[in-house]
């Protein structure tokens, strides 16, 4: 894997991510970037440019699937479950504290992708959308390229450390208690839902 595929993970992954997908894996490219940009094969910059551009993009899509294809749709479930007060007030909301609204839902998973697809729903102007969409993008890069710059030096450092040591029994080990953790934290979350 060279710099360019990083580059172009790094932009399909977040243009996915910014149109409100939940779940997507961003986290392993940001990783990748930062180890390459240690290593000097890669800019941080540009990382970031091309990160905040490909989140920006896909934060106008999922505003534009919200607005346009989307929007009778979201407007039928909106009102189904927030009834057309609860639409009235997302508008006024979003009118008001828009700014601070789509900023901050950059920052969120949770308000994230209700965020991007209701401000096409209930007719947030896309001038100012896409401005606070792009600082909302280029913040979120910014910080999450950087830790991973910063942090890749030690997780590498630590994985080769590791790896100098490690025998057949710790590898073992260290997936069972990933598989243990993972089954309990899906058992804990499926009881949480039926409860």
């Not at 790094?10 to 290593?39: N, S």
């Not at 504290?97 to 949770?110: K, S, T």
């Not at 942090?151 to 073992?172: N, Q």
Request: charged share 15%.
């Amino acid at each position: 894997m060279n710099a360019l595929h990083v580059y172009i993970a790094l932009f399909g992954l977040l243009l996915v991510e910014g149109m409100g997908v939940p779940g997507v894996p961003f986290e392993p490219v940001f990783l990748a970037a930062g180890y390459l940009i240690d290593r000097g094969e890669m800019n941080f910059w540009a990382a970031v440019a091309v990160g905040s551009l490909g989140n920006l993009l896909g934060n106008l899509l999922g505003y534009w699937l919200g607005a346009r294809p989307g929007r009778g749709l979201m407007t039928r479930l909106f009102r189904r479950g927030w009834k057309e007060e609860g639409l009235a007030l997302t508008r006024e909301w979003l009118s008001r504290y828009g700014a601070a609204v789509i900023i901050l839902a950059r920052w969120f998973g949770p308000i994230r992708t209700p965020t991007i697809l209701t401000a096409g729903v209930v007719g947030m102007n896309l001038g100012p959308y896409a401005l606070y969409s792009a600082l909302g993008a280029f913040t979120w890069t910014l910080a999450w390229q950087y830790a991973n710059w910063k942090g890749a030096h030690f997780i590498f450092r630590w994985w080769h450390l590791y790896r100098r040591y490690a025998t057949w029994w710790l590898d073992a080990l260290l997936i069972l208690v990933a598989l243990t953790v993972t089954v309990a934290s899906l058992y804990y979350c499926w009881r949480r839902s039926w409860k």
